[in-house]
């Protein structure tokens, strides 16, 4: 190497490099100033579902919502079901509006879920209905203390399937007179 080669390369001056250093010490504690004001604005509110009474328009369950305080988070209408964000100072008071106003059926306290357990069905990755009921979030929740009877309104089922095999009671088939419900006449594969 050449000492005129030395001469010709750009340096880096320290002032340059002390300059930098304080600019990302500023970027990284503004950084968490917003992260904290915005954790503590989640904090200071409060989650509620409502669910209106029947016979009630669209315009009418708005103006529920509108007279006795919150923020609609998200909806079902059909079923008149609202989740609605409310500052918690003010938690008591809508919680009383809700509760006094005749047009609501009830109201509850919105509770965070988490899936602690997957489903262990073999078979899951082939059931496509399953997360679009939310079956994770209620699998494994329940302790059963006894057992229960479900009907199957399908056209048939495959008694023979691991999960249904020796579970399966007779019924009854709407589609071939006298069968009981536990063959398929025109079996659906996949």
Same mark, same amino acid.
């Given at each position: 190497?050449?000492? +005129? *080669? $030395? =001469?010709?390369?750009? %340096?880096?001056? &320290?002032? #340059? ?12 504690? $503004?950084g968490g100033?917003?992260?904290? =004001?915005?954790?503590?604005?989640? =904090? ?12 009630? %328009? &669209? ?26 964000? $409310? ?31 997957? +489903? ?19 699998? +494994?929740?329940? +302790? ?9 309104? *399908? %056209?048939?089922? *495959?008694?023979?399937?691991? *999960? ?6 007779p019924g #009854?088939? $709407?589609?071939?007179?006298? =069968?009981?419900?536990?063959?398929? &006449? ?5």
């Open positions: 190497m050449r000492d +005129s *080669d $030395i =001469a010709t390369k750009p %340096t880096t001056k &320290p002032d #340059t490099r002390w300059s930098f250093a304080v600019l990302l010490v500023l970027l990284v504690l $503004i100033i917003l992260s904290s =004001a915005a954790t503590a604005g989640a =904090a200071d509110t409060t989650s509620l579902v409502v669910k209106l009474a029947g016979g009630l %328009t &669209p315009a009418q369950q708005a103006a529920v919502i509108a007279r006795d305080g919150g923020i609609e988070k998200s909806s079902i209408p059909a079923l008149r079901l609202y989740v609605l964000i $409310i500052p918690t100072s003010d938690l008591q008071i809508i919680q009383q509006n809700y509760q006094n106003d005749p047009q609501v059926k009830s109201i509850e306290m919105n509770k965070t879920r988490k899936v602690e357990v997957m +489903s262990n069905d073999i078979d899951y990755s082939a059931q496509w209905a399953l997360p679009k009921i939310g079956w994770e979030s209620v699998f +494994s929740n329940i +302790s059963s203390a006894g057992s229960a009877k479900v009907a199957i309104l *399908d %056209t048939g089922i *495959d008694v023979t399937h691991p *999960d249904l095999a020796g579970n399966v009671t #009854t088939s $709407i589609l071939v007179p006298g =069968a009981n419900g536990q063959t398929d &006449p025109n079996p659906w594969l996949e």
